[in-house]
């Protein structure tokens, strides 16, 4: 394989993240503008907080808090747990029978090296889905678009 090779799958599988990600904002965006108004600035605003919970706590301990809730914070865990466990590279490293509410466990008996990577995955995954909200809902204020372009 060329490193060109290499780059464009790299590439590639950036783009299926995104895509993945914009598909699940925007079902979710979707849904609540019908049924439950009001839930979608509290969908952006924990898609802002995942990743600091993530690099405060791990991984593991945010998905736990995530699905001991309701609402908001359960529909977060859920589509996280679809990324890894249907869409992503790391997809085979949990039994096909695993979606949903046992992907959980399935991450907790990944290898150190492998959560490590999937951790990164998660945090970019939850990036785009942050993104995409912010888009999609219209929000986003002088200040928070400034903070974003610096890093």
Not at 63 to 78: D, N, P, T, W
């Amino acid at each position: 394989m060329t490193a060109m090779e290499g780059m464009s799958m790299t590439e590639d599988y950036a783009r299926k993240r995104a895509r993945v990600a914009w598909e699940d904002v925007e079902a979710f965006v979707t849904s609540v503008r019908r049924a439950e108004r009001g839930k979608e600035e509290e969908f952006r605003q924990w898609l802002k907080k995942v990743p600091a919970m993530v690099k405060t706590n791990g991984l593991a301990e945010t998905m736990a808090f995530l699905y001991s809730k309701k609402g908001v914070q359960r529909k977060i865990y859920e589509l996280i747990g679809r990324w890894v466990t249907k869409e992503s590279v790391y997809a085979s490293y949990f039994a096909p029978e695993v979606s949903g509410d046992q992907w959980l466990g399935g991450l907790l008996r990944l290898s150190s090296s492998v959560y490590r990577m999937v951790t990164v995955d998660v945090l970019a995954y939850v990036e785009w889905a942050r993104r995409f909200a912010e888009g999609m809902l219209g929000v986003g204020t002088q200040e928070e678009e400034s903070h974003d372009a610096r890093g």
